[in-house]
């Protein structure tokens, strides 16, 4: 893997100031708060354990969402992340990408994009689950209708 000595300077700084920031926001105990006499709510968090995150990179390489997703599953302590991106036109993977999954603790790479990339983890449902979540930061609409599907598919909704 061949990375500008720039490029790895700017995702580690990056990578630093998204952890620091997700890492302040993790909370130390339960938020407990008495609505009414005898009414107690409560709010709390915990991490997904296995959780799966769709990296675009189809016509244009976007590590910046790699970092985005990653890091805040890594920070919320999500045991097994695993990332899916479309390969390159020589069916690679970016090194960018690459570097951020092993910066991040990614147990692997799923070699897709779009709809297949949302439905590897379905495909899984009868047998062992690949991921609990699927989590997609694309914004375009067909990608996020396609994640609600595949949430309906592994029975999460």
Not at 89 to 104: F, M, N
Not at 119 to 133: D, E, G, I, K, S
């Amino acid at each position: 893997m061949q990375l500008p000595e720039k490029t790895i300077r700017a995702i580690n700084t990056s990578y630093d100031n998204i952890l620091k920031f997700h890492s302040a926001q993790k909370e130390s105990a339960p938020l407990v708060v008495s609505t009414m006499p005898g009414v107690t709510c409560s709010r709390f968090s915990r991490p997904i354990e296995k959780v799966g995150l769709y990296i675009p990179g189809g016509t244009a390489v976007l590590p910046s969402t790699a970092l985005m997703l990653g890091v805040p599953a890594m920070a919320a302590g999500c045991k097994n992340i695993i990332l899916a991106s479309p390969p390159r036109s020589d069916g690679t993977i970016s090194p960018e990408i690459v570097y951020i999954a092993h910066k991040i603790g990614a147990e692997s790479i799923v070699l897709a994009g779009g709809a297949q990339a949302l439905f590897q983890p379905a495909r899984h449902a009868r047998h062992q689950r690949m991921v609990q979540q699927m989590l997609v930061a694309d914004g375009r609409a067909g990608v996020e209708l396609l994640a609600l599907i595949q949430a309906e598919a592994v029975g999460e909704r």
